[in-house]
């Protein structure tokens, strides 16, 4: 039988290293040979942007989408090539605005995790729109900020309801910041969030697919040493819970390559972040977790595309609330219920039987990569484009050690 070649778009910005790790990676496979014994091929393109006819049939089978969370013209090529052709994306593009954080605190409060105390408040400044004046003057209610900040507590977090990279959040300890911050605040929308104070661990999970890695994550850090390489940081059922949320999230919106924050404390999850478009999955930042979040990259887009998983649209939030308004059931029943609900929606034992038959070797292929010195000349160009000159040394030790790490702990 011929060979079946399958085509997946990388939509990207500005990053370079993990596109360029995927494509290597795809070329060390090579040929996967499938149930019904065809071989396939699984070609990375990087996607150009340029006038689409509705009607043009694209070539891709799966999109990696990094871009189209800020960039619309990509944003309405995802979504016609879904509604019209069925090609497969990581993350739908029609619950984007999921990820400007507000309904997706909505969508988990409703679910019954323990999201802290939020309020959403009106703009500090007006919008530039020739009906504002009339509508606030009709129907905006004079609120006072700091009665509502009094309802939540202090100390608390102001953070852009849509926002990312930690870009406009202050931490509110008394009345003087919080009118500081909601000055400063001008033309966004904010959310008022009750801190978790006193927390044991802020675990950083990264999911792409069905696999999940969960990371101890220090945020005051900077961004190379926030990772923190740590395998015995959580108890067996915080992290079990961790990994249960984070799946949650993914299938309940359609995501697929998204990260999640939480913050542990005593027996509690508070999951306080955890709507990514784009996550990080830099060299610099992932370091020792590299490799796994290429090789979760690699299984997944070709178990959609060899398979021929299609794509899923709708969404099953009756399903999801089901459980969460059954009042017969415990906090834990319904983590386990949801669990159910995301194994089926990531076909969990379907993949790993695929990767067990069809992807046998790719751990291999990823150890030998990082071993090899087109990974280290990759590693020496991502320092060399991140850092200034004078810190190229530093950082190619710092990386270099933290990778010679992975190796050996991988005991081939």
Known sequence: MADVEHTIGMLLGTEDDWPRAYESLMRRLGLVTAADGRTHRARPVRVTIEPFNL?????????????????????????????????????????FQSMEKHAAYCAMMRLGLKVPETVLVPYKNPLENSRWAYTAARYNRPFDLEATAAGIGYPMWMKPYDGG???????????????????????????????????????????IGPETM???FRPEQPMHARYEVDHDFLSAAAGDEVVTISR????????????????????????????????????????YYFPWAMTALVRWTVYCVVTGRRPRLDMNTAGY????????????????????LTDEYFEIEKYQEFCGKHLGTIDGIVYDWVDSDEFRSLLRETVRAMYPVHEHEKFLAHFGGLIDAWIRDQGR
Not at 72 to 88: F, G, N, S
Not at 193 to 199: D, I, K, L, M, R
Not at 329 to 336: D, P
Request: aromatic share 12%; proline share 4%; charged share 25%.
């Open 214 to 216: 969960v990371m101890r």
């Open 55 to 95: 009607r043009d049939k694209p070539r891709h089978d799966l999109v990696i989408d990094r871009l189209a969370y800020w960039y619309y013209h990509p944003r309405e090529w995802l979504k016609k090539i879904a509604l019209m052709d069925d090609v497969y994306l990581l993350n739908s593009p029609f619950t």
């Open 321 to 340: 609330f089901a459980i969460a308004d059954d009042p017969d059931q415990t906090y834990t029943e319904k983590l386990e219920g949801y669990r159910e």
């Open 248 to 287: 949650l999230i993914n299938a309940f919106f359609r995501w697929e390559f998204n990260s999640c924050e939480s913050l542990v404390r005593g027996g509690d999850v508070h999951p306080i972040d955890y709507a990514n478009a784009c996550p990080d999955v830099s060299l610099t930042s992932l370091h």
């Open 165 to 207: 990279a930690w870009v406009g959040v202050s931490k509110i300890r008394d009345q003087e910041e919080l009118h500081s911050a909601y000055d400063a605040s001008g033309e966004r929308l904010m959310h008022l969030q009750a801190s978790v104070e006193g927390y044991d661990v802020f675990a950083r999970s990264l999911s």
